[in-house]
């Protein structure tokens, strides 16, 4: 059978390649539609349609082919995510993956649908420990770099700004709970001292109680680990309603707008950093993105928006580099057009970038969240910023060197 | 061609979920179809078959309890006796309640067993979930192993079919479907009521594990949100109830169509537009609910209404069929 | 110890006023239609936000627009009773249970199709608290949903025990057959039913959305604690839901308190179960309820 549909491709596309003709080029785009993310997940599709739309208005891809993302809803759940890989995979024929969303859902569809099925998937904000451990045969990637970096980032941040003593909350999701414990013990390590390391339960009408016992033991800042709409919000107003805290550090669960707008850029100015899995936001590429993704009118500092953004064009590049959409032939051209050797293509140069693959020569990305190099494991370092209240009342951002 | 075997690999992995479903739902035929318990904390079940199930065969790992790389028999088989173990205290606490009380019992219990999944970080890695699960066939080159595992669930929903069916006709089945239609007449005739109840209750349970671990091996991974109650209990009900409740065969047709809707529905959505396909998603949820509706009011029997095991032997005289 | 009352205390009372309100409303229908109405945690859900569209348009105080968001949750669960819960008045009360069960999922996703699921606030911004004798420390909106709530159950009680068709309620909840038989009309009570429930529930779902946010999970996240607060005060006693709300939310918040040492009693994370346990163990010891209600 596998013989069978190997002969069959190359003889489908031979085909294709003869005709010549403008077909689609489909690309999974799984992503948690519904489920406990579902808020953060349609800038993230902002993100990614906006890269197939450059890739489109600026020739296409390969013979003038359309990129089509094809959305599959994983809602971080790892049953829906091997279902949803596995549709876009068999029924859809996609030739690679932008995805899936949680780190859940994404540990079940790449081990169980795409690695058995040879098909490349680059996750935009997947962003666990595992994943890097796993046996992928060079076909799981992520533009979203792990926890480990951001806890230490955000860890050292903390101590540089002179805090010495903290209380560390966090939401018992995958996420959350995750970057606590490498924050925790990057903490400590680096010297400071955690009074107190305390679950809770996200979704909770009040977390008074938590707060007043985190407060013990003379912390100076809250490490608050928590999505913002499920706890992360509640808990910021329960602290300075009550008194017990009044400086935050946050990672980037808590990055929205929605903070300042319930809580009050006045109260919070000065109180709060957040590091943010981000991009130098002086950067060209990041300028680049930002003004395309405004157009649109998305927040182009939306959690993950720019991964997804990244993740896609990344994917783009890697099927031009590739000649075909052959799907073997896309993973293999991935990590090249993330590094150099080769010129630097930025967001949106998508004519520039298709004429110089054209010319048999190399490209490096360069994109909206930084320089994306995919490691030996299909991982990137990623950059980190810190996020503070302006006087506009908006957020701020400060990349940490 | 490359289309059809997409397909047909489609179908495999259609057929397997549809398989390892029908499994919970005959479970569940068990115990509400024949028993007439009203069980919501299937998810609970389903979680500590996966759980133990993925902890016995792991490799060692840092990140939670493990290294014990049993083999997969093994495995299924402490997977169920911990679920029959579980279940045999909640049954203890909560058979004794009226219907719907034992609702609220079971939905409460399997929401404490997911809040202990995400807490006890030390066995289960907490939210972050257990990874590099093995799967059984997996080094069989594709998609034989794919093949293998679809035959490996039918076969056990097939011999999971054909016990329940025995077990139905038997002395044994007669006295359950007696207990849930007249309890004190079962009474009156001299049945361990509490007893035959708790049975039906544990080996629902028991067949809920099994189906856990098997989505467990099957995905390869596994995390607090796959026992989420919205697909892994209330859909396995809308399944019973489409399909047929007290009736096996029901269950297994109402298992594997329902699923089909479920995941197929999305094929569809996903040709939509970006910003209706976000809102679609929720639409499916709304057609669920609405579906288990329009059969409890139209067609409260499901497809496949129940069939009443007769004792072979003539009946006594005087005796009809309680209703 | 008088951080105990701030931070444990007073939010148990709170968090226990909004359970009780929302536990009244189910246990009328567990007594009156004698079922366990799922989608009740809903219904709050779909009052908040209605609330919220009313705040956006009219920029009024979130309470100034609760009576029209009610009135118009009613109508929506009336419209629910008459066409999805009405067919099975003769049946077998498990039939209600599973209708609620798909009601809950319908209601949800209409609420997540129409207003997204992105977090809303109803009453932006901070309010720092009135400290009363230096150390009391009472936030305006606190003392506002607690009196408010307290209003309501007072609303209740004079409904229940000073008006016919109050007291029609409290026959039909100890013995619907009995009640049928002395010429109750028995879909008026049923219809009130709904109405004091809705109101109530929309109430409590202000209160929640007041104290935090409106979120299209915060009825569901609510409906087990409610659930236990009914069994706990007994099926069917709106003054046993009442007591039972402040108990489980009491118990809640008080459980993370550092009873012994300086950790809390109990992990936090485990908050969540609390409710559970008191209702299994009262399911256990007596499954009447403190005020004897129905098993």
Same mark, same amino acid.
Request: aromatic residues 10%.
């Given at each position: 059978m596998k013989y069978l549909a190997k002969f069959s491709l190359a003889a489908a596309f031979s085909l294709a390649s003869m005709t010549a003709s403008a077909a689609d080029i489909k690309v999974g785009s799984v992503a948690g539609v519904t489920g406990p993310i579902a808020e953060l997940v349609a800038p993230i599709l902002a993100g990614r349609n906006l890269a197939a739309e450059h890739v489109n208005a600026q020739g296409g891809l390969l013979q003038g082919d359309t990129m089509k993302m094809v959305v599959a809803d994983s809602a971080c759940d790892p049953k829906a995510g091997v279902d949803a890989g596995g549709k876009v995979v068999n029924i859809e024929q996609v030739v690679a993956i932008v995805g899936a969303s949680c780190s859940g859902a994404t540990n079940g569809m790449v081990q169980s649908v795409t690695i058995p099925a040879g098909v490349v998937s680059v996750s935009d904000s997947a962003t666990a420990p595992s994943i890097t451990d796993l046996k992928d045969n060079d076909l799981v990637y992520r533009v979203a770099p792990s926890d480990s970096y951001q806890g230490r980032a955000l860890a050292s941040h903390v101590l540089a700004s002179g805090i010495k003593k903290v209380a560390v909350t966090y939401a018992t999701d995958d996420y959350n709970a995750g970057l606590a414990e490498v924050f925790a013990r990057e903490f400590k390590n680096m010297g400071g001292t955690v009074t107190a390391n305390q679950a809770h339960e996200p979704k909770k009408a009040s977390y008074r109680g938590e707060l007043a016992t985190l407060a013990? &033991? &003379?912390?100076?800042?809250l490490a608050l680990f928590a999505y913002y709409g499920s706890s992360g919000i509640t808990i910021i107003r329960n602290s300075i309603e009550n008194g017990l805290f009044g400086k935050f550090y946050a990672a980037d669960g808590m990055f929205d707008k929605s903070v300042i707008e319930q809580i009050g850029a006045d109260v919070l100015r000065g109180n709060i950093d957040i590091s943010q899995s981000s991009s130098d936001y002086d950067d060209v590429s990041y300028k680049l993105f930002a003004a395309a993704i405004s157009a649109k009118g998305v927040n182009p500092k939306a959690p993950y928006a720019a991964h997804g953004y990244d993740a896609t064009f990344l994917m783009a590049l890697a099927i031009e580099k590739a000649g075909s959409a052959d799907r073997g032939k896309i993973a293999a051209a991935l990590r090249s057009v993330s590094k150099g050797p080769g010129e630097v293509i930025r967001p949106g140069e998508w004519a520039k970038a298709k004429k110089l693959i054209s010319e048999g020569k190399d490209v490096n990305y360069e994109g909206a969240t930084g320089i994306v190099d995919f490691d030996e494991n299909g991982d990137v370092s990623g950059i980190y910023g810190i996020n503070t209240i302006g006087a506009d009342g908006n957020w701020q951002t400060k990349l940490l060197k | 061609m490359e289309q059809f075997y997409g397909y047909f690999l489609y179908l495999i992995s259609l057929a397997t979920m549809g398989g390892i479903y029908a499994i919970l739902t005959l479970g569940l035929n068990i115990q509400w179809g024949f028993t007439g318990l009203f069980n919501v904390g299937i998810a609970g079940f389903f979680a500590i078959g996966a759980y133990v199930s993925a902890i016995l065969t792991t490799a060692p790992s840092i990140r939670h309890l493990g290294g014990y790389q049993m083999p997969y028999a093994v495995s299924f088989i402490a997977a169920m006796l911990v679920s029959a173990c579980i279940a045999w205290a909640v049954g203890k606490v909560c058979l004794r309640l009226r219907t719907d009380y034992l609702a609220i019992a079971t939905i409460g219990i399997a929401e404490i067993f997911r809040l202990i999944l995400k807490n006890e970080t030390w066995a289960t890695n907490g939210p972050r979930g257990v990874s590099m699960i093995p799967k059984p066939f997996e080094t069989l080159p594709e998609p034989w192993n794919q093949l293998c595992f679809l035959a490996l669930v039918i076969l056990t929903v097939f011999v999971i079919y054909l016990a329940l069916e025995v077990a139905h006709k038997s002395p044994w089945g007669r006295v359950m479907t007696a207990i849930r239609e007249n309890e004190i007449a079962a009474k009156a005739a001299g049945k361990n009521v509490e007893r035959f109840r708790m049975q039906g209750f544990i080996f629902g349970c028991m067949l809920m594990a099994l189906a856990g671990a098997y989505t467990a091996h099957y995905l390869k991974f596994i995390d607090p949100n796959a026992t989420e109650p919205l697909t892994t209990t209330f859909l396995v009900w809308v399944m019973l109830i489409v399909g047929g409740s007290a009736n096996n065969r029901g269950a297994v047709l109402g298992a594997f169509a329902m699923w089909t809707v479920w995941s197929a529905s999305e094929i569809l959505a996903s040709r939509l537009p970006d910003e209706l396909a976000i809102r679609t998603a929720y639409i499916r949820i709304f057609l669920i609910g609405f579906v288990l509706q329009i059969f409890l009011q139209k067609y409260p029997k499901g497809f496949l209404s129940e069939t009443r095991p007769h004792p072979r032997a003539a009946r006594t005289p005087g005796y009809s069929e309680p209703e | 110890m008088i951080e105990f009352a701030n931070f444990y205390l007073i939010p148990g009372i709170l968090l226990g006023s909004i359970y009780a309100l929302g536990a009244i409303g189910i246990t009328l229908t567990f007594g009156i239609l004698r079922f366990a109405n799922f989608a009740h945690g809903e219904s709050m859900t779909l009052g908040a936000y209605i609330s919220f569209t009313l705040v956006q348009m009219t920029g009024l105080h979130p309470l100034m627009v609760m009576p029209i968001s009610m009135v118009l949750t009613i109508v929506v669960l009336l419209f629910i009773d008459r066409y999805f819960y009405r067919p099975f008045r003769k049946s077998h009360a498990i039939m209600l249970v599973m209708a609620s069960f798909g009601m809950m999922l319908m209601i949800r996703s209409v609420i997540q199709f129409f207003w997204g699921v992105q977090v809303k606030t109803i009453l932006p911004g901070i309010q720092m608290p009135i400290v009363f004798f230096d150390t009391l420390r009472l936030s305006p909106k606190h003392i506002m949903i607690i009196i408010s709530a307290i209003v309501l159950m007072l609303a209740v009680h004079f409904l229940l025990s000073r008006t016919k068709i109050g007291k029609a309620m409290r026959a039909m909840a100890d013995s619907p057959e009995l009640a049928r038989l002395t010429g109750i009309d028995t879909e008026h009570v049923i219809r009130t039913t709904w109405v004091v429930g809705g109101a109530l529930g929309v109430a409590s779902g202000v209160f929640l959305a007041i104290d935090t946010h409106v979120e299209t999970m915060m009825g569901f996240n609510l409906l087990l604690p409610m659930f236990a607060s009914a069994i706990l005060g007994g099926i069917g006693r709106p003054y046993g839901a009442m007591a039972g709300g402040l108990i489980i939310g009491l118990t809640e918040e008080l459980s993370s308190y550092p009873w012994i040492g300086t950790e809390p009693l109990l992990n936090p994370g485990y908050k969540a179960g609390i409710a559970f346990i008191i209702m299994v163990g009262m399911l256990i010891w007596r499954p009447t309820g403190l005020f004897k209600g129905k098993v």
């Amino acid at each position: 059978m596998k013989y069978l549909a190997k002969f069959s491709l190359a003889a489908a596309f031979s085909l294709a390649s003869m005709t010549a003709s403008a077909a689609d080029i489909k690309v999974g785009s799984v992503a948690g539609v519904t489920g406990p993310i579902a808020e953060l997940v349609a800038p993230i599709l902002a993100g990614r349609n906006l890269a197939a739309e450059h890739v489109n208005a600026q020739g296409g891809l390969l013979q003038g082919d359309t990129m089509k993302m094809v959305v599959a809803d994983s809602a971080c759940d790892p049953k829906a995510g091997v279902d949803a890989g596995g549709k876009v995979v068999n029924i859809e024929q996609v030739v690679a993956i932008v995805g899936a969303s949680c780190s859940g859902a994404t540990n079940g569809m790449v081990q169980s649908v795409t690695i058995p099925a040879g098909v490349v998937s680059v996750s935009d904000s997947a962003t666990a420990p595992s994943i890097t451990d796993l046996k992928d045969n060079d076909l799981v990637y992520r533009v979203a770099p792990s926890d480990s970096y951001q806890g230490r980032a955000l860890a050292s941040h903390v101590l540089a700004s002179g805090i010495k003593k903290v209380a560390v909350t966090y939401a018992t999701d995958d996420y959350n709970a995750g970057l606590a414990e490498v924050f925790a013990r990057e903490f400590k390590n680096m010297g400071g001292t955690v009074t107190a390391n305390q679950a809770h339960e996200p979704k909770k009408a009040s977390y008074r109680g938590e707060l007043a016992t985190l407060a013990k &033991g &003379g912390p100076e800042a809250l490490a608050l680990f928590a999505y913002y709409g499920s706890s992360g919000i509640t808990i910021i107003r329960n602290s300075i309603e009550n008194g017990l805290f009044g400086k935050f550090y946050a990672a980037d669960g808590m990055f929205d707008k929605s903070v300042i707008e319930q809580i009050g850029a006045d109260v919070l100015r000065g109180n709060i950093d957040i590091s943010q899995s981000s991009s130098d936001y002086d950067d060209v590429s990041y300028k680049l993105f930002a003004a395309a993704i405004s157009a649109k009118g998305v927040n182009p500092k939306a959690p993950y928006a720019a991964h997804g953004y990244d993740a896609t064009f990344l994917m783009a590049l890697a099927i031009e580099k590739a000649g075909s959409a052959d799907r073997g032939k896309i993973a293999a051209a991935l990590r090249s057009v993330s590094k150099g050797p080769g010129e630097v293509i930025r967001p949106g140069e998508w004519a520039k970038a298709k004429k110089l693959i054209s010319e048999g020569k190399d490209v490096n990305y360069e994109g909206a969240t930084g320089i994306v190099d995919f490691d030996e494991n299909g991982d990137v370092s990623g950059i980190y910023g810190i996020n503070t209240i302006g006087a506009d009342g908006n957020w701020q951002t400060k990349l940490l060197k | 061609m490359e289309q059809f075997y997409g397909y047909f690999l489609y179908l495999i992995s259609l057929a397997t979920m549809g398989g390892i479903y029908a499994i919970l739902t005959l479970g569940l035929n068990i115990q509400w179809g024949f028993t007439g318990l009203f069980n919501v904390g299937i998810a609970g079940f389903f979680a500590i078959g996966a759980y133990v199930s993925a902890i016995l065969t792991t490799a060692p790992s840092i990140r939670h309890l493990g290294g014990y790389q049993m083999p997969y028999a093994v495995s299924f088989i402490a997977a169920m006796l911990v679920s029959a173990c579980i279940a045999w205290a909640v049954g203890k606490v909560c058979l004794r309640l009226r219907t719907d009380y034992l609702a609220i019992a079971t939905i409460g219990i399997a929401e404490i067993f997911r809040l202990i999944l995400k807490n006890e970080t030390w066995a289960t890695n907490g939210p972050r979930g257990v990874s590099m699960i093995p799967k059984p066939f997996e080094t069989l080159p594709e998609p034989w192993n794919q093949l293998c595992f679809l035959a490996l669930v039918i076969l056990t929903v097939f011999v999971i079919y054909l016990a329940l069916e025995v077990a139905h006709k038997s002395p044994w089945g007669r006295v359950m479907t007696a207990i849930r239609e007249n309890e004190i007449a079962a009474k009156a005739a001299g049945k361990n009521v509490e007893r035959f109840r708790m049975q039906g209750f544990i080996f629902g349970c028991m067949l809920m594990a099994l189906a856990g671990a098997y989505t467990a091996h099957y995905l390869k991974f596994i995390d607090p949100n796959a026992t989420e109650p919205l697909t892994t209990t209330f859909l396995v009900w809308v399944m019973l109830i489409v399909g047929g409740s007290a009736n096996n065969r029901g269950a297994v047709l109402g298992a594997f169509a329902m699923w089909t809707v479920w995941s197929a529905s999305e094929i569809l959505a996903s040709r939509l537009p970006d910003e209706l396909a976000i809102r679609t998603a929720y639409i499916r949820i709304f057609l669920i609910g609405f579906v288990l509706q329009i059969f409890l009011q139209k067609y409260p029997k499901g497809f496949l209404s129940e069939t009443r095991p007769h004792p072979r032997a003539a009946r006594t005289p005087g005796y009809s069929e309680p209703e | 110890m008088i951080e105990f009352a701030n931070f444990y205390l007073i939010p148990g009372i709170l968090l226990g006023s909004i359970y009780a309100l929302g536990a009244i409303g189910i246990t009328l229908t567990f007594g009156i239609l004698r079922f366990a109405n799922f989608a009740h945690g809903e219904s709050m859900t779909l009052g908040a936000y209605i609330s919220f569209t009313l705040v956006q348009m009219t920029g009024l105080h979130p309470l100034m627009v609760m009576p029209i968001s009610m009135v118009l949750t009613i109508v929506v669960l009336l419209f629910i009773d008459r066409y999805f819960y009405r067919p099975f008045r003769k049946s077998h009360a498990i039939m209600l249970v599973m209708a609620s069960f798909g009601m809950m999922l319908m209601i949800r996703s209409v609420i997540q199709f129409f207003w997204g699921v992105q977090v809303k606030t109803i009453l932006p911004g901070i309010q720092m608290p009135i400290v009363f004798f230096d150390t009391l420390r009472l936030s305006p909106k606190h003392i506002m949903i607690i009196i408010s709530a307290i209003v309501l159950m007072l609303a209740v009680h004079f409904l229940l025990s000073r008006t016919k068709i109050g007291k029609a309620m409290r026959a039909m909840a100890d013995s619907p057959e009995l009640a049928r038989l002395t010429g109750i009309d028995t879909e008026h009570v049923i219809r009130t039913t709904w109405v004091v429930g809705g109101a109530l529930g929309v109430a409590s779902g202000v209160f929640l959305a007041i104290d935090t946010h409106v979120e299209t999970m915060m009825g569901f996240n609510l409906l087990l604690p409610m659930f236990a607060s009914a069994i706990l005060g007994g099926i069917g006693r709106p003054y046993g839901a009442m007591a039972g709300g402040l108990i489980i939310g009491l118990t809640e918040e008080l459980s993370s308190y550092p009873w012994i040492g300086t950790e809390p009693l109990l992990n936090p994370g485990y908050k969540a179960g609390i409710a559970f346990i008191i209702m299994v163990g009262m399911l256990i010891w007596r499954p009447t309820g403190l005020f004897k209600g129905k098993v």
